[in-house]
């Protein structure tokens, strides 16, 4: 990973009562992070290939993204994320309510990183975002977000 | 139920170590099996599957696409690193200098995948 010493994550989320519970999760991380959110499929596009207003943002370490979205749903934000050769190297966590193995399957196949549903209640959809923050930040190495790669 | 677990590892140096030690503490917990070359890999494959395939680097495969693959590997280069996301690895573990650390991440593994994670297996 980069000299940088804070991890951006990018949550792609309309659910106010979970945006509120992931960023509450994730406030207290012994490591440094920066929440980012954005509400529909399309923005997060945009966001990713820096269009519009978005032109100067900076790429995310990690991806947690819902399935239901406005605009465009979250599979096709995924595949449009890992088609692209310098975003698909970002880990991608499927974070959602649905259980169907139809998702499972078919999210796997275009690439996500890891499929996760969402528990019903705050508190273990709070422990939920606690392990993300444990494996995915502590535990596993996060690429470079430089090109030179 | 056991978490059943391949690892794919060149028998290189010291490596084969924690192959070896992994399989005296842990036999009895993780259901595991081992391969040395990806042919042999892919007989093993053709016969079972597996929840998690802890796989060499220099190892991956497009076959191995609908079950999860942490690579595990002693490399900490970026490169390495980037290459492997780019080739659609779930993710990147560097192993561990020792058996302790290594027991810590298997088990991080282990807690993330079979109680948070949902896999694609077909059960």
């Known amino acids: 990973m980069s000299s940088v010493d804070f991890i951006k994550i990018l949550l792609v989320e309309d659910n106010e009562g979970d945006i509120r519970l992931a960023r509450e999760a994730l406030t207290g991380s012994k490591v440094r992070n920066e929440l980012q959110v954005i509400k529909d499929g399309q923005e997060a596009l945009d966001y990713l290939f820096q269009n519009g207003e978005y032109e100067k943002s900076s790429r995310p370490d990690l991806i947690l993204l819902d399935l239901n979205l406005p605009k465009i749903n979250g599979k096709e934000v995924l595949k449009k994320i890992k088609a692209n050769e310098d975003l698909k190297r970002i880990p991608i966590i499927i974070l959602t309510t649905s259980s169907s193995h139809d998702d499972i399957i078919e999210t796997y196949s275009n690439y996500a990183n890891s499929f996760i549903t969402k528990p019903l209640d705050w508190e273990q959809f709070i422990n939920v975002i606690k392990s993300i923050e444990d494996f995915w930040l502590t535990i596993v190495k996060l690429p470079d977000k430089s090109l030179d790669n | ?123």
């Open chain 2, 1 to 123: 139920m056991s978490l059943k677990v391949f690892l794919i590892e060149n028998n290189q140096g010291g490596t084969r170590l924690f192959a070896e030690q992994l399989k005296d503490s842990f036999l009895w917990v993780y259901k595991l099996d081992f391969a040395e070359t990806l042919i042999a890999a892919a007989e093993v494959l053709h016969q079972k599957t597996f929840c998690i395939i802890l796989l060499d680097i220099d190892m991956h495969d497009e076959n191995l696409k609908m079950i999860p693959v942490v690579i595990l590997a002693t490399s900490r280069a970026e490169e390495d690193i980037v290459k492997s996301y780019k080739h659609h690895a779930n993710c990147y573990i560097s192993k561990p200098l020792d058996l302790n650390q290594f027991m810590k991440v298997v088990k991080s593994i282990e807690d993330f995948r079979f109680s948070i994670v949902k896999l694609s297996s077909k059960t």
